[in-house]
């Protein structure tokens, strides 16, 4: 069965500092993946996604994650930080079972950041 | 374009007590998922439609969850009877087809006392 790792729950950083936020994955295929950002009281936002080809995506707010086969991850970053990035992030895996596709997010990893 | 609606936002209710969910998805989508976010995880799908049809409801406690879609637009989620671990926040999602990205609502915070 499919499962998605986040390995770090909470994570501190300095503004204008670099962030990388770790996604490991378990599955036979190559799944689609994606990273969410959650603000307080709100719903998830799509940061980006990979479905195929160039394996560095671009995403909205400055982001970037880079899809590594051999080591089954997503990793999310970001050059600089700012106050405002300050919340939880979700990787999710999306991937075909029974006919339809399975969606399975992570724990996440709450990204405080430091003025 | 709008987004995904969810009403109510925040809900009170005690055990045993019966409530229930709304999701308008984003016009035109055929996908729509329930998933439900427990204080510090990540979302849990319950329910996946395409259209009006039931694609994947193997996480759903079918003993007080139901869902429906009828017409195969908005969508409905009821808790009957709730139980203290139902608190959570409830999410709505639509894709344009299974596969597709998904967009997310607001959710609704279910606090169960």
């Known amino acids: 069965a499919q499962s998605v790792t986040q390995p770090d729950i909470h994570i501190t950083v300095s503004e204008g500092a670099s962030l990388e936020l770790r996604c490991n994955y378990s599955y036979g295929a190559t799944p689609y993946l994606f990273w969410y950002v959650q603000s307080p009281g709100q719903g998830l936002q799509l940061l980006l996604k990979?479905?195929?080809?160039?394996?560095l995506v671009q995403g909205i707010k400055g982001f970037e994650a880079e899809f590594k086969r051999s080591q089954s991850s997503f990793n999310l970053r970001k050059p600089s930080v700012h106050w405002s990035d300050a919340a939880e992030y979700f990787c999710?895996?999306?991937?075909?079972?029974?006919?339809?596709?399975?969606?399975?997010f992570g724990t996440g990893t709450r990204l405080k950041v430091l003025a | 374009e709008a987004g995904v609606a969810q009403s109510p936002r925040y809900k009170i209710i005690e055990k045993r007590q019966s409530v229930a969910f709304w999701c308008n998805p984003i016009s035109g989508h055929a996908t729509l998922y329930w998933y439900q976010q427990i204080l510090g995880q990540g979302p849990k799908l319950l329910i996946q439609f395409q259209n009006n049809g039931v694609v994947d409801d193997s996480q759903l406690p079918k003993d007080r969850f139901s869902a429906e879609r009828l017409k195969g637009v908005d969508s409905t989620l009821k808790i009957q009877p709730a139980k203290l671990e139902d608190s959570a926040v409830y999410l709505c999602?639509?894709?344009?087809?299974?596969?597709?990205?998904?967009?997310f609502g607001p959710g609704t915070r279910l606090t169960v006392l």
């Open positions: 999710a895996v999306g991937a075909e079972a029974s006919g339809t596709y399975k969606y399975i």
């Open positions: 999602a639509s894709s344009p087809r299974t596969g597709a990205t998904q967009y």
């Open positions: 990979y479905f195929s080809g160039d394996t």
